[in-house]
């Protein structure tokens, strides 16, 4: 009997090496293309003052930098699961608990990013006022503040309490590094919370531009675009939301299909609900601004392109 079960186990190991290539490439490939698109953008958004100085794209660029970071982060767990890499537990602890920072802030810039939006639609008068540079980092620093709680707490237990945990190298990931229940608690706590929280103030912001569309005073085109831009942080909050659906079908599927099976399902979906979303949310907010587009597709080509005069209107 034991001889089955190891006969079994290797050639359901030599079936996971063989796949591991086609697997990596599919799943690095995109990451790489997508990790220069955002070195683009990014380097786009330095090389005008107004792309620095206007709160849109303060907090558009501020979104770039976090998907980048998480990308990356992606693309370096990735790597060492694939080559079997153990890692010490206390750099584990700081990748992992960095990839929840940057997960929470991500979240929480479509809040920042719909407040805008609606300020720039509901009070234009006052928009330079309420989203100046000042005011504008300093939110940005109020969403680290609250995306680093849990990551602080998780710390605490880990160094105070935590005692499931003595193998000094070990395969990263929240489940081998995370054994106690209060882990589990407080990520669903924090996560639920701030997906309420922005739900709530993405919708909020949609309904009162739609509702100051409607009236006479309002510029038509202005709101609509606002509105559109608002339902895109929606969409994209919900792709988020079913990242988190990764986690509970990861324990489903390891109850009732094969090893093998579980393994194909969960890339599939880590690839679909985790890494894409991260790929092309940037990628349709650049696209979508005529301005960044123009100066983007310049320095994308290498400077072979033309750019074209473009207005920027800063509250619109």
């Given at each position: 009997?034991?001889?089955?079960?190891?006969?079994?186990?290797?050639?359901?190991?030599?079936?996971?090496?063989?796949?591991?290539?086609?697997?990596?490439?599919?799943?690095?490939?995109?990451?790489?293309?997508?990790?220069?698109?955002?070195?683009?953008?990014?380097?786009?958004?330095?090389?005008?003052?107004?792309?620095?100085?206007?709160?849109?794209?303060?907090?558009?660029?501020?979104m770039l930098w976090v998907d980048t970071l998480n990308l990356f982060m992606s693309v370096v767990l990735y790597i060492c699961a694939v080559s079997r890499i153990l890692i010490m537990k206390n750099v584990c602890l700081l990748l992992l608990i960095a990839a929840t920072a940057l997960f929470q802030v991500s979240t929480l810039n479509l809040a920042l990013m719909s407040l805008e939006r609606y300020v720039a639609i509901c009070f234009p008068l006052r928009h330079a006022e309420f989203t100046s540079f000042k005011r504008t980092h300093t939110a940005i620093c109020v969403v680290w503040v609250l995306g680093l709680i849990q990551c602080l707490s998780e710390m605490i237990i880990f160094y105070s309490f935590d005692t499931t945990n003595i193998a000094m190298n070990l395969f990263c990931s929240r489940t081998t590094l995370f054994r106690l229940q209060i882990y589990k608690k407080f990520d669903i706590a924090f996560t639920c919370i701030f997906f309420v929280l922005v739900c709530f103030v993405i919708i909020f912001t949609y309904a009162s531009i739609a509702a100051v569309a409607k009236t006479a005073a309002c510029d038509k085109l202005s709101a609509k675009k606002a509105n559109k831009t608002v339902l895109l942080h929606l969409i994209q909050l919900g792709l988020g939301a079913?990242?988190?659906?990764?986690?509970?079908?990861?324990?489903?599927?390891?109850?009732?299909t094969d090893f093998l099976t579980a393994l194909n399902v969960m890339y599939f979906c880590f690839l679909v609900f985790i890494i894409f979303p991260k790929c092309l949310s940037?990628?349709?907010?650049?696209?979508?601004?005529?301005?960044?587009?123009?100066?983007?597709?310049?320095?994308?080509?290498?400077?072979?392109?033309?750019?074209?005069?473009?207005?920027?209107?800063?509250?619109?």
């Open positions: 009997m034991s001889n089955l079960n190891a006969s079994a186990s290797n050639l359901t190991q030599r079936l996971i090496d063989q796949d591991a290539p086609t697997k990596a490439f599919l799943f690095v490939t995109p990451c790489v293309i997508f990790l220069y698109v955002n070195g683009v953008m990014l380097f786009t958004l330095r090389k005008k003052a107004v792309f620095q100085e206007t709160s849109r794209y303060i907090l558009f660029g501020h079913s990242s988190i659906l990764v986690g509970v079908i990861q324990e489903a599927i390891y109850v009732y940037p990628l349709i907010y650049g696209m979508r601004d005529q301005a960044f587009c123009c100066l983007f597709k310049y320095y994308f080509t290498f400077g072979k392109g033309k750019v074209k005069p473009v207005t920027i209107e800063l509250h619109v």
